[in-house]
């Protein structure tokens, strides 16, 4: 509860005076005639108020008179109930968020209205954030139009920007639960490992990843489990995982459990057999380098670009030691990502700008890859790091990650 509340304390000093903060948490979307999409809350929403229910709203407003943090959630319904389930309380939500002013959802435009009308609102903030101006708007967006169709003197803001930039910055309440995502994805890749054997589909691995972390309490996966074997393995979003996995080939799995909101991502790639080929070790140690040299540059300062920098050259030179290219130039034939993303409640982590240099209390992946289409051997080794003070800490340094360490595992 404290923790909310001094980040709504946060978000309000840096917010224009004369100004409304609006976050709704959002709606389940219909799937079908009778079923909606599992839902998934707002996460800004959900940073401020720990609240993961739809049909919830919480309004920061900073006028002349003062600061004031009210919470709007939807009435219970008894009727209703036995239907849907429980719906929060008043009481329920006051000692989840630590908001005392606590409303009902159908009477939040009346007091915005009264906002707009008495309190000289300068601008309003929603959360306006979109990927692409193709993208379909969100419950957040299409009420940030509503509003400034309503209102068109009062400025419309984008909160995106401000919130990303605290989320950036991990507490320890935060990097526990990612360490807890990441403990029990590291049980569901060791099931995985228990069962490989030639012959399987690529589905079934999938299956004993996600039987493990939900029988060791993860609310589900973090994103949609990557499975790819042989030729599978060099796309880099696989996610049909409907191939039968071949004697002698590799298995690419990218995954990762979700605690409490928080995204583990993690990524390992196995022998179907139980034991690497001569040239899958040559190629994955290559991989296993660079994945240990971002390791070691990782600290505060440095950009996410300087680090794939240090994974583009590791990865070059040792194909160029090999005489799979003759330059440098040459890596992106076989490596075509970045080698690092901020982690958090969304497994490609709310950012600020591309170029914030990393600090203390950041959480970042690292994730070098090669891709080789024509011998059918993807492989990516992928951790989670913890900026410190003078360097990183692995979050994800008890998955077994060499090839040494992997074939002894599948031996037992």
Not at 14 to 33: A, D, N, R, T, Y
Not at 353 to 375: F, K, Q, R, S, W
Request: charged share 25%; glycine share 6%; proline share 3%.
């Amino acid at each position: 509860m404290d923790r909310y509340a001094a980040r709504r304390s946060t978000v309000l000093e840096q917010m224009e005076k004369g100004s409304v903060m609006v976050l709704f948490s959002g709606e389940g979307i219909p799937q079908s005639m009778d079923d909606c999409c599992p839902f998934e809350v707002n996460h800004h929403f959900f940073y401020l108020t720990g609240l993961r229910r739809e049909n919830m709203a919480l309004v920061l407003s900073k006028t002349a008179a003062q600061d004031k943090t009210m919470l709007f959630i939807e009435e219970a319904v008894p009727s209703m109930e036995r239907w849907t389930g429980k719906r929060v309380t008043k009481d329920e939500a006051k000692a989840i968020s630590g908001v005392d002013d606590v409303r009902y959802i159908d009477s939040l435009q009346s007091a915005l209205g009264r906002m707009a009308a008495r309190e000289q609102l300068v601008c309003a903030y929603f959360d306006c954030y979109r990927n692409a101006m193709t993208d379909v708007d969100s419950y957040n967006m299409a009420k940030a139009k509503a509003f400034a169709a309503a209102y068109p003197t009062v400025t419309l803001k984008n909160a995106h920007p401000m919130l990303a930039a605290m989320r950036m910055i991990k507490d320890e309440s935060e990097i526990a639960c990612i360490r807890e995502a990441i403990a029990v994805t590291d049980k569901g890749l060791r099931r995985i490992l228990s069962a490989l054997a030639p012959g399987q589909m690529e589905y079934q691995a999938q299956a004993e990843f996600e039987y493990a972390i939900r029988w060791h309490g993860a609310e589900g996966t973090a994103f949609a489990t990557i499975a790819g074997s042989g030729l599978n393995g060099c796309m880099l979003h696989y996610e049909t995982n409907h191939c039968r996995m071949e004697d002698g080939k590799l298995l690419l799995l990218d995954l990762g459990a979700k605690v409490k909101g928080y995204c583990a991502d993690v990524t390992r790639t196995y022998p179907v057999n139980g034991k690497y080929t001569t040239r899958q070790k040559e190629i994955y140690d290559i991989v296993l380098k660079a994945n240990q040299e971002v390791t070691k540059a990782a600290r505060p300062g440095l950009t996410l670009r300087q680090l794939n920098e240090i994974c583009k050259k590791t990865l070059a030179e040792g194909l160029m030691a090999i005489g799979k290219i003759e330059s440098e130039d040459q890596i992106g034939t076989y490596y075509m990502h970045g080698v690092s993303h901020h982690l958090g409640l969304d497994t490609h982590d709310a950012i600020a700008h591309d170029e914030v240099p990393l600090c203390a209390g950041m959480v970042i992946t690292n994730e070098p890859g090669l891709y080789i289409d024509e011998e059918e051997i993807g492989i990516r080794i992928e951790d989670d790091l913890l900026i410190t003070q003078d360097g990183c800490e692995v979050l994800s340094k008890d998955v077994p990650r060499t090839t040494q360490e992997i074939e002894a595992l599948m031996a037992r």
